[in-house]
């Protein structure tokens, strides 16, 4: 396991993991969720782990909005930067990811793009604006969000509230409450939560979905709390806009929830299984 520090379009500098294996010719790139650090879903130590020993590379592609606050530097500035989920703006997903699979062009054959919660809100996103089969051959979808059911307790007060500092050029201020009643962050990135940029699983948007050329698989715990109450609806749903419905896998871990809780050995077997599968094709 060693640092993997990739550079954006921007300069920011995000601090990824690199879980290596003997000369892989294959990597599997997971884009975090917000706070989908190693100290709340300790199962990327799981799937690196079970990864490398089966000859794959794994890249834990940690984002903005990995930690609260996250100290990098931006390299064209040469001044440090805090990043995190109180500052993160939904419009670098394109550029964040891209970081990730920059360095993974120049060094791999086969790439696999998978995204654990908002994570996999962001490969949907970035999958719908981009078609190159070659420097993305599969996808994985782990527990992606249900935004809307994530800022359902977001009241309209609160909403006014964002609008009103965004449209008065206020938007770098911080709330004065908790967005969703945990998260700490600036008006800005709040409006980007409400905007529908990322909600792209919700039940009635289905833009971003069915712009999707690639295949790949889908992934849920059945007790995930993220999806309104039916996970494996939730997750058949997904796939069901999908134009590539038919060749993609669904895969359903029984009694576990978002983080995979006591079924980390589990998840990991899955994708190695997965990314194994598909370099042999």
Not at 6 to 28: E, M, Q, W, Y
Not at 140 to 162: C, K, Q, W, Y
Not at 223 to 245: E, Q, R, V
Request: glycine share 8%; with cysteine.
């Amino acid at each position: 396991m060693k640092n993997l520090d990739v550079a954006t379009r921007r300069g920011t500098v995000l601090n990824g993991v690199l879980f290596p294996a003997k000369n892989s010719d294959t990597v599997v790139i997971a884009i975090t969720g917000i706070h989908g650090n190693f100290y709340s879903n300790p199962f990327y130590y799981n799937i690196g782990d079970t990864l490398s020993a089966a000859g794959i590379d794994f890249i834990y592609a940690q984002t903005n909005d990995a930690l609260g606050e996250i100290e990098t530097y931006n390299i064209k500035t040469g001044s440090k930067e805090l990043i995190g989920s109180w500052n993160e703006r939904f419009s670098y997903t394109d550029e964040d990811i891209d970081a990730y699979l920059d360095f993974a062009a120049q060094n791999y054959r086969h790439v696999i793009l998978a995204g654990h919660s908002l994570g996999a809100n962001k490969v949907i996103y970035y999958l719908a604006r981009h078609h190159d089969k070659k420097r993305v051959e599969k996808f994985i979808l782990m527990s992606p969000a249900n935004l809307t059911h994530m800022m359902s307790g977001v009241s309209d007060g609160e909403r006014d509230f964002i609008e009103k500092l965004v449209r008065y050029g206020q938007g770098e201020k911080i709330l004065p409450f908790y967005f969703m009643g945990w998260v700490l962050c600036t008006a800005n990135t709040a409006h980007d939560w409400l905007s529908g940029i990322l909600d792209n699983t919700n039940g009635k948007n289905f833009d971003q979905l069915e712009q999707i050329t690639h295949t790949g698989a889908l992934i849920i715990g059945t007790f995930d709390t993220f999806t309104d109450g039916d996970p494996a609806g939730f997750l058949k749903m997904i796939n069901s806009h999908i134009p590539t419905a038919q060749e993609n896998k669904l895969i359903f871990i029984e009694r576990t929830g978002h983080t995979y809780q006591q079924k980390h050995g589990e998840i990991a077997e899955i994708i190695k299984n997965l990314a194994v599968e598909w370099r042999s094709e």
